[in-house]
T-cell receptor, first 111, second 115 residues
């Protein structure tokens, strides 16, 4: 079993819709959870982090964490063509700074 | 701040040659990470340093790979000898210790092609 698994893509959504991305992790001791966005040919950039159960909102992005279910998700509301990218889920174990990345989910927003 | 700087941006070399990738972290950051990204394996951590000291090199694929950080503003990743399967994008990232909310800033990457 991979440490971090993401729902397989690609995910295609119409402009203005909600894009929902899911991620599960195997290490129950994981501490912090990150969502990175990577445009084609570019480097990853952090868009959200969360470390407490519940929801965290930042603009059009909402991260949701459920440690009991070992599940973290990212919602993108009012999707825009500029949101078209690969979204990487990353997890750090307790007391460490290593990031374990999922394979990524590619999102395409149709105008 | 210029961000994380990597050089070269592209490298094409022949199998068996030595390859050296370079990274300058963001000033003041005390963590430096080397990653490799391929279509097959995704983004993998190779090694990371804290205050110039290697902390975890368990991701380094084999003895052909080595990394150094002689000072706080410079790190190298060396592959000797290189093989076609080393072809990938290599990213360097840096961060500062801010507890659970730390952010890793990635450089633009070096695209390595070994023929």
């Amino acid at each position: 079993q991979k440490e971090v698994e993401q729902n397989s893509g690609p995910l295609s959504v119409p402009e203005g819709a909600i894009a929902s991305l899911n991620c599960t992790y195997s290490d129950r001791g994981s501490q912090s959870f990150f969502w990175y966005r990577q445009y084609s040919g570019k480097s990853p950039e952090l868009i959200m982090f969360i470390y407490s159960n519940g929801d965290k909102e930042d603009g059009r992005f909402t991260a949701q964490l459920n440690k009991a279910s070992q599940y973290v998700s990212l919602l993108i509301r009012d999707s825009q063509p500029s949101d078209s990218a690969t979204y990487l889920c990353a997890v750090t174990p307790l007391g460490d700074y290593k990031l374990s990345f999922g394979a990524g989910t590619t999102v395409t927003v149709r105008a | 701040d210029a961000g994380v700087i990597q050089s070269p941006r592209h490298e094409v070399t022949e199998m068996g040659q030595e390859v050296t990738l370079r990274c300058k972290p963001i000033s003041g950051h005390d963590y430096l990470f080397w990653y490799r990204q391929t279509m097959m394996r995704g983004l993998e951590l190779l090694i990371y340093f804290n205050n110039n000291v290697p902390i975890d090199d368990s991701g380094m694929p084999e003895d052909r790979f080595s990394a150094k950080m002689p000072n706080a503003s410079f790190s190298t990743l060396k592959i000797q000898p290189s093989e076609p399967r080393d072809s990938a994008v290599y990213f360097c990232a840096s961060s500062a210790d801010r507890g659970a909310s730390y952010e890793q800033y990635f450089g633009p990457g070096t695209r390595l092609t070994v023929t």
